[in-house]
Every structure is written in structure tokens, then in C-alpha cells.
């Protein structure tokens, strides 16, 4: 794997897209497309700095809330454009069928990934005799390997098809032209394909699994702290999910300024392994929409600070 050098500009994260690119920086934000007539449809926006309207919300934890909610938004509104561009006119989606269709498919996931792991550890104890609520750590240790399980599951499946293993593509595009903005290199996309990694340690891959993992000490303490039936214990667990997330942020924060330290490295592993599903390599074609959404943020991002904010890519 190719690691980038400490970055000497502002970071810069993004999203594999329908057909494109999502490109994040600490001004604005832009997505660029593949039409089917072979063009590139670009658009850029401001980027919403709530952060500077209140000051507190730079402070750890609540920066790392903020930046994620952020990022959810402007990536729900990204999908929203590519899915639009790779359509014909008379095919486009309303933003209403588009949210309709995201807020199903949100609903959905929470379900399988939140309610159905705790499922699956109580049949596992019912068939058991040895296992128990009241052994909470071998609880949710098994529990977490469920989840975990079923997300590398899930993607390992959605990955065999044509159209998502495109969009892991664009995610190896991002990833790589990433990497080039972050040591400086001219945006040639022969150059970038040749040099860089598809593995990014800021990627959103590595961030979930974070998460996952997180979620094992969390819901240990919670049930340990809230003894009782389980839909309470369940209702302060995704009560949890803000703080877990604000946590994982400031890691993931952090491993991207020590990336040479062995360390953070091995920390690192288990996030970058999943990368090697979620990200694919890229055509030339794609990294060069990529550098296109590259370039439409990266000269509001010349003047800010470096490292200011670490948006996950």
C-alpha cells in the first residue's frame, strides 16, 4: 500500500457516487458524473459550516457529530445528483421518490444491522445452556461477531453486482486521486492509477468498522449500567450511536496524522482489509472524474488551515 506523506494542505474527503465522484473540502463540496454521452457533469456547492456560526461544536466529539451529520446530508444530496445524471430526463427521479427511496433503504439497514444481531445472540442463548445475558462481555462479543459478519457479508454479496462493483470502482478513483492532492502530485490520472493505493485510512470502510468495534465495549458497559429488559438496554444503545460515532471520528482523526507510526498501522488493519471490498481499481475514465471534483473544491481549500477538519473519505 502506498501511504501518503503528512499532509501539507487542508484535508479533503469524498464518496463514490452513480457514475461519479463526491469530493468534500473545508469550503465546498462538488460531484462530478459520467453522462452517458461520455461528458462530465460537474456542480459544486457551498459546504454548510455550522462549526463557524458556533464554535463550540468544534470541541472533541461534537466536531466529529457534526462533520458525520454533515456528511450524510451532502452525500444523501450527491447520490441524489448522480442517480439524476445517469438517468435519461424523462426518467428522472423527484427528490421526494429519491428521500422515500433512501429513507426505506435506511430504515431497512438499521433493522438488519441493529435488531437482528441482538436476535440472533438470544437464539444462540436459548439453544445454549452455558450462555447468558448475565455473562454481558461473552454476550455481546458474540453478538458483535454477528454484526460484523453480516456487514463483510453484506458487502462481499451487493459486490457481485455490476452496477454497485462500478461504484467500488469510483471508490478506488477517489481514494487514489486523494492521495495525489495530498502529496501534491499533478492530477494525471495514467500518473495517479500508477502510483497510489485504492486504500485510504480516512475512508468511511474504516470508520464503520470502527464503529462495529466500538459497539462491543459500548453495549458491555450499557448492559452492565442498564439492567433490564432488553428494549430499554436497545433504546440507550442507539441513543449511544451519536457518541460512538463522535468517538470514531476523533480516531480516525488522529491515525491520519500518524500514519507512519507502527502503531496506528496495525490499528488501522482491520478497516483497511474491508477496503479491499468496498474499493476496486478504478479505469482511467473514472479517475479522471474523479480529479474533476477534485479540482472544483480544491482551490477553495488553498487557504485554510491544514488539518483543520478531517472529513472522512
Known amino acids: 500500500m502506498t501511504q501518503a506523506a503528512e499532509p501539507a494542505k487542508p484535508s479533503i474527503g469524498g464518496q463514490a457516487v452513480l457514475e461519479g465522484v463526491m469530493m468534500r473540502g473545508p469550503r465546498s463540496w462538488s460531484v462530478a458524473c459520467r453522462r452517458s454521452d461520455n461528458s462530465i457533469a460537474v456542480e459544486r456547492f457551498p459546504l454548510p459550516r455550522l462549526s463557524e456560526r458556533h464554535p463550540v461544536l468544534k470541541r472533541p466529539l461534537l466536531r466529529g457529530c457534526v462533520v458525520l451529520g454533515e456528511s450524510l446530508a451532502i452525500g444523501i444530496k450527491a447520490l441524489m ?4 445524471h445517469s438517468l435519461e430526463e424523462e426518467e428522472q427521479l423527484s427528490d421526494r421518490q429519491l428521500g422515500y427511496t433512501l429513507a426505506v433503504s435506511m430504515t431497512l439497514f438499521s433493522a438488519v444491522f441493529i435488531i437482528l444481531p441482538v436476535l440472533g445472540t438470544k437464539l444462540i442463548e ?3 445452556s452455558g450462555l447468558s445475558e448475565d455473562q454481558p462481555l461473552l454476550f455481546n462479543i458474540i ?4 454484526r460484523l459478519s453480516m456487514f463483510v457479508g453484506y458487502l462481499l454479496f451487493i459486490g457481485r453486482f455490476q452496477d454497485v ?10 481514494h487514489k486521486t486523494i492521495y495525489a492532492y495530498e502529496n501534491g502530485d499533478e492530477l494525471i490520472p495514467s500518473e495517479i492509477n500508477r502510483k497510489y493505493s485504492t486504500l485510504h485510512v480516512r475512508c468511511g470502510t474504516n470508520f464503520l468498522f470502527i464503529v462495529l468495534f466500538m459497539t462491543i465495549v459500548a453495549h458491555f458497559v450499557i448492559d452492565i449500567i442498564v439492567d433490564g429488559p432488553l428494549v430499554p438496554r436497545l433504546l440507550v444503545r442507539l441513543a ?3 457518541l460512538l460515532a463522535g468517538l470514531s471520528y476523533e480516531a480516525i482523526k488522529l491515525a491520519s496524522k500518524r500514519e507512519d507510526s507502527v502503531a496506528f498501522r496495525l490499528t488501522m488493519l482491520p478497516g483497511l482489509a474491508l477496503q479491499k471490498i468496498t474499493t476496486k481499481p478504478p479505469t482511467l475514465d473514472q479517475i479522471e472524474v474523479a480529479i474533476v471534483a477534485m479540482k472544483a473544491v ?3 481549500a ?10 472522512v473519505s
Do not use: K, L
Open 165 to 174: 462493483r462500478r461504484v467500488f470502482q469510483y471508490h478506488g478513483a477517489e
Open 143 to 146: 453478538e458483535g461477531a454477528i
Open 302 to 311: 488553498a487557504d485554510e488551515t491544514p488539518g483543520s477538519e478531517t472529513p
Open 126 to 128: 436459548n439453544m445454549f
Open 298 to 300: 480544491a482551490e477553495d
Open 240 to 242: 449511544a450511536i451519536p
Open 81 to 84: 445528483i448522480s442517480a439524476n
